[in-house]
């Protein structure tokens, strides 16, 4: 290991702002005596390859119980990009994202910085080159914890912890222990479980090195910060075997968690009960929707991936025939494979549904993005031919401008607020208008000890007429074909 002069290695008392704007604004580096290139002349690529730093990155604590708090807890993270297609702007909202999830996870981010490539570097994700400057800044803020915002192979892992002689996280395992800390279902448990593992597995190799990565506990466990929240059993020696035997354990516990849950649905099937999947973005606002729509009451918070269990609400429609509405985890950019596939069973409530409500967040910076990532997923669970409504929630938030293009490219989408109540009507009507409609027309007397059956004709059909006489209730109705098959017994000759 070379080890270059780091002027800030051993000044501890100074100004950390300071040191972060003068180490990496692109413009003043020759003055500021943290030099990331020799010269700053005639190297436009190098200039442009330079780590730069994305403004407002560092996690801004409000109040002092808040800081004290999170100094137990938080692990004080560097976030490191690698810009290779898009925008600037582009680049700088991935950096964003990676920060609230940083932050969701529970770390202070002290800075983040990003480098042009055309690709990430094979051996160290950044330029190899460009390490040492990290390694630098890394010093300079005190970071324990460098995340990298993408995947990095177990070799790339293993080169950045070797060189940077700290912690380095991949943003799949930030997703991952973010789930692994919202899951509360015994089912939520064992997918994320199942997901770890999965990911684990592929870098039992790259967690040795250097560094202790014995994670210990169970997950969604308080100890071992990110990445440290897995399952137990991880270090280095750890027969793969072991966890593969626990992957397999995993699966069928699954498997029959999920046939519960399929019954339940084969049961609303058989009533024919129409179902209504809110999906979308993380932090959309699916949860604030549900609530919004039916009173339901469900955890609404300000943090991504916060509903990781499906919750299912039933309603009616203004004319009485019930349908559900079932709120499920979010979807974010490159949401992990192994998430998906965990995932699987509960994400199939949404391709099983009549409709999807695919709610996007209206305050967002790039709201189209959001959608094609959202139906990137969608595609992958083949859910794409669910009939869809886009939902374009925060609109009390939203910057009309803003908004002009996805209306453009999504004409059916509605613009809707959960918080002030805007659109929602607007949205429950077309809900029910898109929701398949009883058709088979029916006229049945019904006796009075079938009073079962007039209530089902009321939750599951349509009712057009109804009359109470000396045999019984007289319906004329439209009903779904399982229901009018029950009614055949009581049918009786059209009169009209
Ligand atoms: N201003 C405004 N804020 C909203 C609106 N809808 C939701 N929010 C806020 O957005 C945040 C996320 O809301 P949730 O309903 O938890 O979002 P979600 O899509 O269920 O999020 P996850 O379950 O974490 O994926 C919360 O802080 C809400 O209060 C809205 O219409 N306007
Ligand atoms: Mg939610």
């Known amino acids: 290991m070379t080890t270059q002069p780091n002027a800030y290695e051993e000044t501890e008392d100074v100004d950390l702002d300071l040191i972060q704007d003068d180490a990496l604004d692109d413009e003043d580096t020759s003055s500021s005596g943290y030099d990331y290139e020799q010269s700053t002349e005639g190297l436009d690529l190098e200039e442009r390859q330079a780590l730069r730093r994305v403004v407002g990155m560092s996690t801004e604590l409000t109040d002092i119980s808040e800081v004290e708090y999170r100094k137990l807890l938080l ?86 912890e070797d060189r940077l002689k700290v912690k380095v996280v991949d943003r799949t395992a930030l997703i991952l222990d973010i789930f692994a800390q919202h899951a509360k279902s015994k089912e939520g448990k064992a997918q994320v479980e199942l997901a770890q593992l999965q990911y684990m597995k592929q870098r039992l190799r790259g967690w040795g090195g250097n560094l202790s990565r014995q994670a210990g506990g169970r997950v969604g466990a308080a100890g071992g910060g990110i990445g440290g929240r897995g399952p137990g059993e991880t270090k280095i020696e750890t027969d793969r075997r072991r966890i593969n035997t626990k992957i397999s354990k995993l699966r ?18 058989r009533h024919a009960v129409p179902s209504v999947a809110i999906a979308g973005y993380t932090n959309a606002g699916k949860s604030s929707l549900l609530n919004a729509i039916t009173g339901a009451g469900v955890l609404v918070e300000n943090a991504l991936f916060a509903t990781l269990d499906p919750t299912t609400r039933r309603t009616t429609t203004s004319d ?25 069973s509960t994400l199939e409530e949404v391709a099983d549904a009549d409709l999807l409500l695919h709610v996007v967040d209206g305050s967002h910076p790039d709201p189209l993005a959001q ?76 006796p009075y000890d079938r009073g079962d059956l007039v209530s089902r004709i009321h939750s599951e059909g349509a009712v057009d007429q ?31």
């Open 75 to 160: 692990e004080r993270v560097l976030l490191v990009g690698v810009w290779t297609e898009g925008s600037a702007e582009d680049a700088e909202n991935s950096l964003t994202e990676l920060k609230l999830l940083a932050e969701t996870a529970g770390s202070e981010v002290l800075d983040g910085v990003i480098q042009r490539r055309k690709k990430p570097d094979p051996a160290t994700f950044i330029g190899s080159g460009k390490v040492q400057d990290l390694r630098q800044l890394v010093a300079a803020l005190g970071a324990d914890t460098v995340i990298a915002d993408g995947e990095l192979a177990p070799a790339q892992l293993r080169n950045l």
């Open 252 to 269: 069928r516990e699954l498997k029959d968690m999920k046939s519960t849950r399929s019954t339940m649905r084969q049961e609303r099937r």
């Open 320 to 344: 009485g025939r019930v349908y559900t509405f079932t709120d499920t985890v979010g979807f974010v950019r490159h949401l992990p494979h192994d998430i998906v596939e965990a995932f699987r």
């Open 371 to 446: 959608i094609h990532a959202v139906r990137e997923v969608l595609g992958e669970i083949n859910a794409t031919d669910v009939p869809e409504i886009i939902v374009i929630n925060k609109g009390d938030l939203a910057d009309p401008i803003a908004l002009a293009p996805v209306l453009h490219r999504e004409p059916r989408a509605l613009v809707v607020s959960a918080r002030t109540g805007e659109g929602i009507d607007k949205l429950k009507e077309l809900v029910e208008a898109s929701l398949p409609q009883p058709d088979i027309a029916v006229e049945a007397l019904l």
């Open 466 to 496: 109804l009359e109470h006489t000396a045999e019984g209730t007289r319906l004329t109705a439209r009903v779904h074909p399982a229901l009018a098959g029950e009614l055949t017994p009581y049918q009786v000759a059209t009169t009209s």
